[in-house]
């Protein structure tokens, strides 16, 4: 099962298989191919479902926004591959925002806040990044 999971490139996670025996003895190679096949189709099924994260370091921006304009800039946003991590409503409404490539991403934001938006930095961090 160790194998199946590191051969698909998996690190930092859990794989349980449960058998119930059926009367059908397998042997140490049936065992084996048993559990790697439960895993690995298992792997398969959840990539196909979009159910599988990868933990990537991206760098931290905020980028505050009036209220009336947060739903439709945060969807355009989304539209174009920017990871939002959370909003927050206060006074202003403000976008926790992750991305890789900040110059990318300045350019997103001036273009859908038509220049009005300033993104704020605030460091890296580990971020689960659906794929």
């Known amino acids: 099962m160790l194998e199946a999971l590191s051969g698909r490139g998996f690190v930092d996670c859990v794989a349980v298989v449960t058998r119930y025996f059926g009367g059908t003895l397998l042997g140490a190679g049936g ?5 790697s096949e439960a895993v690995l189709t298992t792997i ?11 933990r990537e370091r991206r760098e931290l921006f905020t980028l505050a926004l009036s209220h009336a304009d947060a739903g439709r800039i945060e969807a355009e946003l989304r539209d174009r591959g920017v990871l939002i991590l959370r909003t927050e409503y206060g006074h202003d409404a403000v976008l926790h925002i ?5 110059a990318r991403l300045s350019a997103i934001v001036a273009r859908v806040t038509a220049g ?4 704020e930095s605030l460091g890296h961090e580990w971020v689960d990044v659906e794929r």
């Not at 398969?44 to 990868?54: I, K, W």
């Open 98 to 102: 992750a991305d890789d490539d900040a």
């Open 31 to 35: 065992l084996v191919r048993a559990y």
């Open 44 to 54: 398969d099924e959840a990539q196909s479902l979009g159910l599988v994260v990868e």
């Open 116 to 119: 009005s938006g300033e993104l």
